[in-house]
């Protein structure tokens, strides 16, 4: 007897990049002072045509930087969805071909000051090919065939009066895992906005690893981030934090 199955493999990507899809940029925000409306733009990377969703959703980030799906805004850390307005909401692309999706924000006469956040999630959607995979019902048992459906996220925030952000370093340590030179760098996050950083391992005049470009949300009092090293520390050795919005050093701590 001949029966028909689907079973899809949906994997979230919570960055630019993955597999079939590629998008920029890091993030998106929007401000009185940068401009109610801004663009993101992503590529279908694949060898065949796609289907996607674009839609908004509400996360909140773990001290190891991984994302939970929440339905409540945090304390400090109201939702961004309700005052966007995206377009378009779904988008066929040939391999190779991108799309433009345009943000706006809409008015917030009697919203509070604060930062609004939420992600936009770009999803592959299944075509029939995903639909439907046939198996021969035999004495072997059930085959199942996997087929991954992959998904990238950005955050958009949208930020509302005159905001601060100050962080910290904690933790500092070196160690080798699978053969490979790691640092573990705890940073603590204050202030009314989320963190945006970089940190700089050094040995002397040395650079032994960088970690750009990361963020710590107001979800998120602190987090712990690894950087792989060319080399272990050696006496030497320091992490600088940097913060990324205006290029001052904030901290240097010695391992």
Known sequence: ML?????????MCFGVAHANISLSPYYLELSDITGRTGQVRFTNTSSST?????GLVNFKQEPDGTYTPINEPQAG????????????HQATLGPGQSQVVRVRRRGMAVAPDGEYVSHMLIRELPDSVDMYG?????ARGLTINLRPLYGVSIPVMIIRGRLWADARLGNVKAYIRDGQPMASVTV??????????????????????RLANFRIFMTTPQRVLEIP???????????????????ETMET???
């Not at 046939?134 to 035999?138: N, Q, W």
């Not at 603590?188 to 940190?199: A, N, Q, V």
């Open 3 to 11: 029966r028909k199955l689907m079973l899809c493999c949906v994997t």
């Open 50 to 54: 796609k289907t996607y969703d674009i």
């Open 77 to 88: 850390n109201p939702f961004a969805d309700s005052y966007l307005e995206w377009a378009p």
């Open 134 to 138: 046939t198996y021969a019902d035999d």
């Open 188 to 209: 603590s996050r204050t202030g009314t906005r989320s963190f945006f950083g970089t940190l700089v391992v050094k040995d002397g005049r040395r650079e032994l690893g």
């Open 229 to 247: 090293l060319t080399a272990m520390p050696g006496r030497d050795a320091t992490v600088t934090l940097i913060d990324e919005s205006t290029d």
């Open 253 to 255: 701590k010695r391992f």
